[in-house]
C-alpha cells in the first residue's frame, strides 16, 4: 500500500493560517473518519495533534484543526507561531485487517 | 505523567537480529493495544506492527512479516519487538507507541536507533 500523498513544504507568516492536504483512496482516507495527524519537532518523537479527522487531544491548541473530504484530509494551523514550526504527518487506517498508513510528511516554516 | 521508554537499539550486521523493549511508565499497558512504528533517517514515519490486549491478535508491515514478532509481557507491563534477518533498510529510529481505537497513536516513546551495516 503506498503512502498518503501530502504536499513536501508549506509555509506562512506568523498570525496566518496554512492547510496541508493528505490524499489518500476510497480504501483508506475515504473509507473510514480515523484520520490522525502528529507533529514531529526535529530530532523528537510524534506527537498527537489531530484524531478521528477533527478531534484534538487535551492540551492541543484550538489553532488546529481538522477536516475531511471524499479521500482528502486537511490539517489547518490558524495563528500560526513559530514554534508550530515542524514536520507534519496525516494517518489513517488501510483497510478492515488492521493495517495504517501514514502520509509521507510535510514540512512546515514559519516565516 | 504518561511516557514510553524504548532500549535495544544498536548497530547490527546484515543478516543479524535484535530485540527492541519498550517500557511504559505512567500507566500499564493491559487493556492497551500497543504498536512499533518507525523512522529511517530523513525519512517519514512508517507503521511496523500492532499487538493487542491480550497479545493474541497481531498485525504486520507486509515487507517485515515473517521477520519481526512484536509480543508483549503484561506481567511485566512490557513491549517487544523481535527483527530477524535484518537489512540496510530496516535502519531506522523505532518508537513504540500506544494505539487508541480506532487506529490513532496518543502516547510516543523517545525512539531507539537501529543500524544495519557491515
Known amino acids: 500500500q503506498s503512502a498518503l500523498t501530502q504536499p513536501p513544504s508549506a509555509s506562512g507568516s506568523p498570525g496566518q493560517s496554512v492547510t496541508i492536504s493528505c490524499t489518500g483512496t476510497s480504501s483508506d482516507i475515504g473509507g473510514y473518519n480515523s484520520v490522525s495527524w502528529y507533529q514531529q519537532h526535529s530530532g523528537k518523537a510524534p506527537k498527537l495533534m489531530i484524531y478521528e479527522v477533527s478531534k484534538r487531544p487535551s492540551g492541543v491548541p484550538d489553532r488546529f484543526s481538522g477536516s475531511k473530504s471524499g479521500n482528502t484530509a486537511s490539517l489547518t494551523v490558524s495563528g500560526l507561531q513559530a514554534g508550530d514550526e515542524a514536520d507534519y504527518y496525516c494517518c489513517s487506517n488501510a483497510g478492515s485487517n488492521n493495517r495504517v498508513i501514514f502520509g509521507g510528511g510535510t514540512k512546515l516554516t514559519v516565516l | 505523567e504518561v511516557q514510553l521508554v524504548e532500549s535495544g537499539g544498536g548497530l547490527v550486521q546484515p543478516g543479524g537480529s535484535l530485540r527492541l523493549s519498550c517500557a511504559p511508565s505512567g500507566f500499564t499497558l493491559t487493556g492497551y493495544w500497543m504498536s512499533w512504528v518507525r523512522q529511517a533517517p530523513g525519512k517519514g514515519l512508517e507503521w511496523v506492527a500492532y499487538i493487542n490486549e491480550a497479545g493474541s491478535e497481531k498485525y504486520y508491515l507486509d515487507s517485515v512479516k515473517g521477520r519481526f514478532t512484536i509480543s508483549r509481557d503484561n506481567a511485566q507491563n512490557s513491549l517487544y519487538l523481535q527483527m530477524s534477518s535484518l537489512g540496510a533498510e530496516d535502519t531506522a529510529v523505532y518508537y513504540c507507541?500506544?494505539?487508541?481505537?480506532?487506529?490513532?497513536?496518543?502516547?510516543w516513546g523517545q525512539g531507539t536507533l537501529v543500524t544495519v551495516s557491515s
Open positions: 507507541a500506544r494505539v487508541r481505537p480506532p487506529h490513532y497513536f496518543d502516547c
